[in-house]
């Protein structure tokens, strides 16, 4: 059975990846880990402390959290209507990459499945800053839900890659099994920095080439314009690409990215479901 974490605040954005998850796994059997954590800023020096001040504010916070929670599942329960589908609440009074990070091992998570901004996120910002520190410390998968992003079936699928690192049959698991279960076009994208590949580059795109034989697939260079950012957003648009995929190496170009000015200037909005898939060097 597949484990699927699905971090909320009960904001739209973060309830629309959740409405998303259970449409995209509506025909396997799953199970859905609702969290939500909160770290009052009143309570983040006091609380651990043991301030006096403090004492019964956790107390107060957790029960009316598993009273809205509960409801909550309760609401998805009704709508989802699904036999193969089942909630899991919990809740905790820490950082949400830390308790994601505890439940990913403690429950032995396949995949995170979480929305671009919170409640308080910027129109402009392309991934909030509970996104990005999911992203930046996940040990699975991360499937990322932009605001306003409605579920189909994806079937023109891209993969963003450098060549620079090897690929393996297991990081390429979670890539494959969506194009096997929507039987769905790859296209693999690399943006010219260089004049041609290097020997390591012509190596791993003949391996990648090797595990993806078995699927209708195409090999795109993009123009390296003013940013990585820049190129594959162009390159989404003109091959109306519905499902963007990246594997996400330590210090690898995908970093760049997450670093690059895209969130004021070139706003690297993108309105598909974007999945990191994390490999440890």
């Known amino acids: 059975m597949l484990k699927v974490l699905l971090p909320t605040d009960f904001s739209e954005n973060s309830r629309n990846a959740i409405d998303y998850a259970m449409h995209f796994y509506k025909e396997m059997a799953c199970t859905f880990y609702l969290l939500h954590t909160?770290?009052?800023?009143?309570?983040?020096?006091?609380?651990?402390?043991?301030?006096?001040?403090?004492?019964?504010?956790?107390?107060?916070?957790?029960?009316?959290?598993?009273s809205?929670?509960?409801?909550?599942?309760?609401?998805?329960?009704?709508?989802?209507?699904?036999?193969?589908?089942?909630?899991?609440?919990?809740?905790?009074?820490?950082?949400?990459?830390?308790?994601?990070?505890?439940?990913?091992?403690?429950?032995?998570?396949?995949?995170?499945?979480?929305?671009?901004?919170?409640?308080?996120?910027?129109?402009?910002?392309?991934?909030?800053?509970?996104?990005?520190?999911?992203?930046?410390?996940?040990?699975?998968?991360?499937?990322?839900?932009?605001?306003g992003c409605f579920y189909k079936a994806p079937k023109e699928v891209a993969l963003v890659t450098s060549y620079k690192r090897n690929f393996s049959a297991e990081v390429l698991e979670p890539l494959k099994?969506?194009?096997?279960?929507?039987?769905?076009?790859?296209?693999?994208?690399?943006?010219?920095?260089e004049e041609r590949l290097d020997f390591t580059q012509k190596s791993n795109r003949n391996t990648l080439d090797a595990y993806l034989n078995e699927f209708e697939s195409t090999y795109h260079w993009m123009p390296n314009f003013t940013s990585k950012t820049k190129s594959i957003q162009v390159f989404l648009k003109e091959l109306d690409i519905d499902f963007l995929t990246m594997v996400k190496y330590d210090h690898d170009f995908i970093e760049g990215i997450m670093r690059e000015p895209v969130i004021k200037k070139v706003s690297f909005s993108i309105e598909i479901p974007f999945l990191v898939i994390p490999v440890e060097n």
């Open 177 to 193: 099994r969506i194009l096997t279960r929507f039987k769905s076009s790859v296209h693999i994208m690399h943006i010219n920095e």
């Open 38 to 66: 909160y770290t009052p800023t009143t309570m983040r020096i006091d609380y651990v402390l043991g301030s006096a001040g403090q004492i019964g504010l956790g107390d107060n916070w957790v029960s009316e959290t598993e």
């Open 68 to 147: 809205e929670i509960n409801e909550f599942c309760e609401e998805l329960e009704r709508i989802n209507h699904n036999p193969k589908h089942q909630f899991i609440t919990r809740i905790a009074l820490d950082s949400l990459v830390d308790e994601v990070l505890q439940v990913t091992i403690k429950e032995g998570i396949d995949i995170i499945v979480m929305g671009t901004q919170g409640a308080t996120g910027a129109k402009s910002v392309f991934l909030g800053t509970r996104t990005m520190n999911v992203l930046k410390v996940a040990a699975c998968p991360v499937l990322v839900v932009p605001k």
